[in-house]
């Protein structure tokens, strides 16, 4: 099944058949957009060069999709989710029959298409996953570059690596990885002339995203730079976080299955002896994971900002594990595999299961149905402005409120905005009277505000908070 020329047939019925029925099973999810999903929509009905926190692709591709679809349901936003990782996956395989035969190719589409994370990626459109193919094609045209010199390569992969820059800026591990590679290995030794082509097709890609930052004040470098806190931090050497440190390590069992992930400490050392290809992967796939390590220590990191490092990761892997321990990949696939199902099966059943009286993913749940609440007080009052001053609550009210003839207003920023909806959405100074959703009671010509209307939170997003509604007169809050 798996010989020369015959892998990519099977492999590529496996994956479109996982990838249909994460499609099949998307269309029942449940699941409210996140907060994070329901930006990058609004950022699609804004077109620019770049975004308060990410750059601009993942909003072009959902405006490109859901325009194409004439439906801009939770489906359809996070429908390319599920495409992205097939391609990523059948990318990764073609990269893994260079190094190491058809057994690899077809074991590396199977495994990355099962893998944990790919399950969730396929769940909820991320910046992560709209970086994904770019990162595998940029890894495939280094490859064969190593292999030939062919300047065609270098701009590939320069490109390449361009657009999923414009996805996430986590892309610039790659070329970290080739400057190691080049500095530590004989195959990575590109050639100056492959080099500079490379960085120059990089840079044309990305050069839009890189114009529109030095006109708008850096702002998603600035936010890029406030997730690493410790960098502005005055915090002394004492506040180093070692829990934080020991949570981010095991949490990637999770993220790339228990495994892959303990092969791949094993490969990281096996491939760094070896030396050739298997270091030069190594350099490509370890920056991620000691940078966020590092980033852990000192303050907090959450489990899937070291994903860049699982692309390079498979095709260390999973040749590994087809050369040393075959049998280790159908258990392998089989533990992430049932993971890969149980986790849409879930959003398509929510609120069930629970655990302690509270939906077990309550986190995805209760926010538009607070969003329509909202809408109707507003209604009802004959308001046209709602004010808010939770990002959370914003995000969603844009979506779910989109052509329902009102606006919806942050806090004005005092100093740099906060988040996109204070840069771009401020409340107006002459805004007239709104309803303002906040849950202190704002003071008006030195009385309170009494509620027009207090919200049930229980059982979603917003359990164990107190939020109401206030009809606000003119020049107050």
């Known amino acids: 099944m798996t010989q020369a020329r015959g892998w990519f047939g099977p492999a590529l019925s496996i994956v479109v058949a996982v990838t249909l029925a994460r499609l099949v099973l998307l269309a029942f999810n449940r699941a409210d957009l996140f907060v994070d999903e329901s930006q990058y929509w609004l950022w699609g009905q804004n077109l620019d060069l770049g975004y308060y926190s990410k750059p601009p692709l993942i909003g072009w591709l959902i405006r490109a999709v859901t325009d194409l679809a004439g439906n801009d349901s939770p489906f359809w936003v996070r429908m390319p989710g599920a495409v992205l990782h097939a391609v990523t996956a059948l990318l990764l395989a073609l990269a893994a029959e260079r190094l190491a035969g058809p057994r690899a190719a077809f074991w590396t589409a199977v495994s990355y298409a099962t893998l944990p994370f790919v399950a969730v990626g396929s769940l909820l459109i991320s910046t992560d996953t709209v970086m994904a193919p770019f990162y595998a094609l940029a890894l495939l045209a280094w490859l064969r570059l190593m292999d030939s010199r062919t300047p065609g390569w270098a701009l590939t992969a320069g490109a390449a690596i361009g657009a999923a820059f414009l996805a996430k800026y986590a892309a610039i591990y790659f070329l970290l990885g080739v400057a190691l590679a080049a500095g530590l290995t004989r195959e990575g030794r590109i050639g100056w002339k492959n080099a500079l082509l490379l960085l120059a097709a990089f840079g044309l890609v990305i050069s839009p995203n890189v114009v529109w930052n030095l006109t708008h004040d850096l702002t998603t470098v600035s936010h890029t730079m406030d997730n690493v806190g410790w960098v502005r931090s005055d915090a002394p050497a004492s506040s180093l976080n070692p829990a934080g440190l020991a949570e981010f390590f095991f949490s990637q069992f999770a993220v790339f299955g228990p495994v892959l992930f303990a092969t791949l400490l094993i490969s990281y050392v096996s491939g760094w002896r070896v030396g050739g290809t298997e270091r030069a992967l190594v350099l490509a796939s370890l920056p991620p994971l000691l940078v966020v390590s590092v980033q852990a220590l000192m303050e907090k990191a959450y489990a899937n900002w070291a994903l860049a490092a699982y692309f390079a990761g498979c095709l260390l892997v999973v040749p590994s594990l087809v050369r ?51 809408i109707a007080v507003a209604r009802a009052e004959g308001v046209g402005l709602i004010y808010a001053d939770d990002r959370d609550i914003l995000a969603d009210l844009f979506y779910t409120g989109e052509g329902q003839g009102l606006a919806f207003a ?68």
Request: hydrophobic share 45%.
């Open 324 to 374: 040393r321990w075959p049998r280790l990949l159908p258990a392998s696939v089989a533990v992430n595999g049932t993971i890969a199902i149980l986790l849409p099966v879930l959003t398509a059943l929510a609120p069930w299961p629970e655990r302690d009286g509270a939906p077990l993913m309550k986190r995805y749940l209760g926010r538009a149905e607070l969003s329509r609440e909202i």
């Open 410 to 477: 942050a806090p004005r920023p005092t100093g740099r905005p906060r988040n996109y909806y204070e840069q771009i959405y401020p409340l107006p100074q002459d805004h007239g009277r709104m309803l303002a959703v906040i849950a202190a009671a704002p003071v008006c010509d030195g009385g309170i505000l009494a509620p027009l209307r207090a919200f049930d939170l229980s059982g979603g997003a917003y359990a164990g908070r107190t939020l109401a509604a206030y009809l606000v007169p003119e020049g107050c809050l």
